[in-house]
């Protein structure tokens, strides 16, 4: 029909509901009941005339339609949020620097801060892509006013957590984890740095399941790590953030890992409108892709 219009919000149900295999999940996130999400893919599929997600197992999974128009919400969505935040920062101006760790850099910088730029032209925004020591250090020195990182041992006067994401074990298809158990021999482990979060998460993990560990590889940041675990020198411990399609998730044989936080830190308790409206999208970014 020539005069169907998508409904926007029946839209950002669908995609929320796809990635998240669960449209309960998707009902519990936007704080609706499992009734009115249920109208709401019912009322794309009438509009669309197509069924739009099939069950396997205990998910939905879009089907080849649900495919298409997943592409077609993100767009549209995206276009919705940048059309609002053009008609409601046009007056910004001023400066703001923003530290991130690596894990986040690719996804922020290309939804969140080129968009922001794009929305906000007399904005001067400075970024640092830097290690979690070095961008809490800045955020206490007050050499940067916002910071996106893990959540470690360190704290900062004003900081919020906004998101949980599990820690998983990541390898490359061909690693062959099972000989490592069955021979009960050393499992080679890809990390960064000595000090690094995931690493001691990992290694506790480890020896609470007594399964023996080495350090076979170490780099300064994560572009190094990916690599090595892509040429099967041995497995690693990190979020899905970032992670190259080429790698697997190993789905059994070793111990779950807790969740690890993300965290907005900010130089002052009041920022400028600004750093607020930066720190929101930040904030709203994340949560979108990675809850």
């Known amino acids: 029909m020539k005069d169907t219009v998508l409904d926007l919000q029946a839209l950002k149900t669908f995609v929320l509901g796809i990635e998240f295999k669960s449209f309960a999940l998707a009902a519990k996130h936007q704080h609706k009941s499992t009734s009115a999400v249920s109208a709401h893919l019912k009322k794309l599929e009438m509009q669309t005339n197509s069924t739009l997600v099939k069950k396997e197992g205990r998910y939905l999974l879009p089907t080849e339609q649900g495919e298409q128009l997943l592409r077609f919400a993100k767009k549209m969505l995206a276009m919705n949020d940048e059309a609002l935040e053009t008609i409601r920062c046009i007056d910004l101006q001023g400066s703001v620097s923003v530290g991130l760790q690596e894990d986040f850099a690719e996804a922020i910088l290309t939804e969140c801060l080129g968009r922001f730029t ?25 050499a940067l006013d916002l910071s996106v990182t893990w959540q470690g041992n360190e704290t900062t006067p004003y900081s919020d957590i906004i998101a949980h994401t599990p820690i998983q074990w990541i390898s490359s298809p061909s690693f062959p984890l099972e ?15 000595p000090n690094c979060l995931f690493k001691k998460k990992a290694t506790d993990a480890l020896d609470s399941a007594g399964i023996k560990w080495k350090i076979v590889y170490q780099s300064q940041s994560l572009s190094g790590i990916w690599p090595a675990v ?18 697997k998730i190993i789905q059994a044989g070793l111990p779950k890992m807790d969740e690890i936080g993300i965290q907005v830190h900010r130089a002052q308790d009041a920022g400028n409108k600004v750093q607020e409206r930066l720190a929101d999208l930040m904030t709203k970014t994340i949560q979108r892709n990675y809850v």
């Open 118 to 142: 794009r929305v906000n032209e007399h904005v001067q925004l400075n970024t640092m892509i830097e290690r979690y020591t070095k961008l809490i250090s800045a955020i206490q020195e007050g």
């Open 230 to 247: 892509q040429a099967g020198l041995g497995v690693t411990a990190r979020t899905t953030i970032g992670r190259p399609d080429s790698l």
């Open 179 to 193: 000989n490592f158990l069955e021979q009960n021999l050393p499992l080679p482990l890809v990390m960064v740095e």
